[in-house]
C-alpha cells in the first residue's frame, strides 16, 4: 500500500475528513456550552383570547434554557400545548437571541360532560368557559362522532325553529336529543339511521312541538309523544 499513490491519497483524504469531522463535533459541543448567543427573548404570534402572558411565562420558565443553539425547541413546544386552550404550537430559532412560538387556540364549539370542553374540531381539551354552550356527552374517544352528528342533527331540526341544546350517546351508542325549547328526542342507535327518523319527524310534525315534551322515535314506522302532564 505505501508504494501505491492511489491508495495513499484515499487514506490521506480519509484521515483529513475524520480530522475535519473531529474538529466540528468539538466545535459543537463548545458551542452547545458556550454562555455566548443566549436566548433573550421569546415572541408570541397568534390570536389568544383566552391565554394570557402570565401563563406563557410561567409554562415556559426554566424551559428555555442553554443558548441560541442548544435550547430544546421541542420541549418549548410541548410546555406550551399543555396551556388549556393551546390547540397547536410551532416553534422556531430566529438568529441571533429569539426564539419565535406560533400559537393556535381552540374554538370552543361546546361543554363535554362536567368538566371539560370540546372545539369545532372534535377534539376534547381541559379549558373553562362561562359562554352558553350546547352541552355533549358519549363514551370515551366518541368527542369527533358527536360532534359531527350535530351538526347534522342541527341542520335537520332548524326548520323547525330551534336548536340542538344537548346530544347524548349512550354507553350503547344509542342517540338522544334536547331542543333549545325543552323536547327531548330519543332517536336509537345507527346515526344514519337516526338521521332517518329524525327528519320524518321534523316533516310531519313540525306544528304542535309545543304540546308535548318527549318523542320516541325509535320505532320503524312511527313515533310516540308524551305530553308534559304525563299524558300521550
Do not use: C
Not at 381541559?126 to 363514551?139: D, I
Not at 346530544?167 to 332517536?187: C, E, M, Y
Amino acid at each position: 500500500m505505501w508504494d501505491n499513490p492511489r491508495q495513499l491519497n484515499m487514506l490521506a483524504g480519509f484521515l483529513v475528513g475524520l480530522t475535519v469531522l473531529a474538529f466540528s463535533l468539538t466545535v459543537l459541543q463548545l458551542g452547545l456550552r458556550s454562555p455566548l448567543w443566549p436566548v433573550r427573548d421569546v415572541t408570541v404570534q397568534g390570536k389568544l383570547d383566552h391565554t394570557s402572558g402570565a401563563e406563557i411565562e410561567e409554562v415556559l420558565r426554566g424551559r428555555v434554557a442553554g443558548n441560541f443553539f442548544s435550547v430544546d425547541v421541542a420541549e418549548v413546544r410541548n410546555a406550551l400545548e399543555r396551556l388549556p386552550w393551546v390547540r397547536r404550537a410551532a416553534v422556531r430559532r430566529v438568529w441571533p437571541d429569539r426564539l419565535e412560538a406560533s400559537l393556535e387556540e381552540h374554538v370552543v364549539l361546546a361543554r363535554w360532560g362536567e368538566r371539560a370542553l370540546v372545539n369545532t374540531f372534535g377534539e376534547r381539551f381541559a379549558g373553562s368557559s362561562e359562554a352558553k354552550l350546547p352541552r355533549f356527552s358519549g363514551p370515551p374517544r366518541s368527542e369527533g362522532e358527536v360532534t359531527r352528528r350535530y351538526a347534522r342533527f342541527g341542520e335537520i331540526v332548524a326548520p323547525l325553529g330551534t336548536r340542538v341544546e344537548e346530544i347524548i350517546l349512550t354507553p350503547r351508542l344509542a342517540w338522544q336529543l334536547k331542543l333549545d325549547n325543552g323536547v327531548r328526542l330519543a332517536l336509537g342507535r345507527d346515526a344514519d339511521a337516526a338521521e332517518t327518523r329524525l327528519e320524518r319527524f321534523v316533516r310531519t310534525a313540525a306544528r304542535g312541538m309545543a304540546r308535548y315534551d318527549y318523542v320516541d322515535l325509535r320505532y320503524p314506522n312511527g313515533f310516540a309523544l308524551r305530553m308534559p302532564d304525563g299524558k300521550g
